[in-house]
């Protein structure tokens, strides 16, 4: 948009055009974006609205009766300030949805510096799983992969803004390079072979789709973070058939030994779903003694809700509000009492940490290659050093006390 002469606007009310890239994870993210196009429309009505992203992917006929001048999907969304622009020249409402699985090939995003501490670069777009309750293979369709010179000139040109730790991204990062003969161990190689990047990170992956060669290839890089985020989403297997997750519970453990072998000291994070439709009390308990026996330092527990467009949602068997909050609360405590283990074990430790923010005078906060949060007292390392630290303290599951060793 600023290419095309635009500047950004602070407020809602005096923007002359407002791009919304609409979340549809969840219908609460539908009606947040149906909600934000309304109250614009009412307050500004003179405001150009452009919507896009995977809410009028997914329900274009929905999307097409909101008051937005343009809709598009979660294609051509580079193309939005020449759309933007034809709409001020000819004032014509403009809508193209192509539907998503005719679209085959990786639409590369334009280079820009996110001002973030750490930077996130996309290397995957799509995903062939369709998991029984999910809304984003229809959103986003067949697996893309960025071809790997594509990756090493963004991560060059984020090394030039400054960024010291890449954090390679996808809708299904495990199935990075499907399309194009690669595997994910190439472009985490890629990654880490360009001078200047000091850490790489990845985001989700999908257990089963993870190879064991391409854990030891992974394991060879001194600069990838040993910190793996596998969705689980239930340890129970007849509750992940239903999910039409494509792993049984053993099958996931095996591959988390098979990490922790590669990488001795490392950090398994997931998501964990409660109160799928028919999950019953037993289920729910083998889930539970499923996640202490992984013993994850860090587990996102969210409760199912029902996703129009899913198979998941014809099924009639779903679980009670109220049983599924108990559900909720009972699997916070467990992932609690893990993640408060992880950073008590990390008492001792030596780690590296990334310098996120100063909150205050007496202490940096920082990020370890495990992912745990920390505070440097009485250092006066700024946002994006990196510093050898030992951990000395951990604060139940919060955060973790260290003190500088050296920086680089
Ligand atoms: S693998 Fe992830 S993105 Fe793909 S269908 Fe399943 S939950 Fe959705």
Not at 285 to 309: D, I, L, N
Not at 375 to 380: A, F, K, Q
């Amino acid at each position: 948009m600023e290419r095309h002469g635009y500047e950004r606007s602070d407020n809602l009310n005096d923007a002359d055009v407002v791009v919304i890239n609409s979340c549809s994870v969840t219908e609460n993210s539908d009606k947040k974006a149906i909600s934000l196009i309304k109250r614009i429309k009412s307050k500004n009505p003179l405001c150009i609205v452009a919507l896009a992203g995977c809410f009028s992917q997914a329900f274009p006929e929905r999307a097409k009766q909101l008051p937005a001048d343009i809709i598009c999907g979660t294609f051509s969304k580079s193309e939005i300030a020449d759309k933007v622009d034809s709409f001020v020249k000819a004032g014509e409402r403009l809508v193209e949805i192509p539907p998503c699985k005719e679209c085959r090939v990786y639409e590369n995003e334009q280079l820009s510096d996110m001002h973030k501490t750490r930077a996130f670069i996309k290397i995957e777009d799509g995903c062939d799983r369709f998991c029984s309750y999910c809304i984003i293979p229809y959103a986003r369709g067949p697996v893309r992969s960025r071809l790997i010179e594509d990756i090493v000139k963004e991560t060059r040109f984020q090394v030039e803004h400054s960024h010291k730790e890449m954090v390679l991204v996808g809708i299904n990062l495990s199935r990075y390079g499907a399309d194009i003969g690669l595997g994910l161990a190439d472009a985490v190689e890629a990654v880490c072979s360009v001078e200047g990047v000091q850490r790489v990170r990845l985001s989700s992956l999908e257990p089963e789709l993870i190879s064991v060669s391409d854990i030891e290839r992974m394991a060879a890089q001194e600069k990838l973070c040993p910190h793996f985020h596998l969705s689980l989403q239930s340890g129970c297997e007849a509750t992940l058939k239903r999910m039409n997750r494509h792993y049984t519970p053993d099958e996931y453990f095996d591959i988390v030994t098979q990490l922790r072998r590669c990488f001795p000291y490392c950090a398994i994070t997931t998501d964990v779903m409660v109160g799928f439709a028919g999950e019953t009390d037993e289920e729910f308990e083998q889930s539970c003694e499923f996640v202490k026996k992984v013993g994850f330092s860090g587990v996102h527990v969210f409760t199912y809700s029902v996703r129009e467009g899913t198979a998941a949602s014809r099924r009639t068997d779903f679980v009670p509000a109220d049983i599924a909050a108990k559900r909720y609360a009972v699997m916070n405590k467990i992932a609690a009492e893990l993640k408060s283990d992880f950073f008590s074990a990390s008492v001792g430790k030596t780690e590296k940490v990334l310098i996120q923010r100063r909150e205050s005078e007496n202490y940096a906060n920082g990020l370890t290659t495990t992912y745990i949060p920390v505070r440097i007292y009485g250092s006066d390392a700024q946002k994006q050093d990196i510093l050898a630290v030992r951990i000395i303290g951990a604060e139940g599951g919060d955060y973790c006390i260290a003190e500088e060793i050296s920086r680089e």
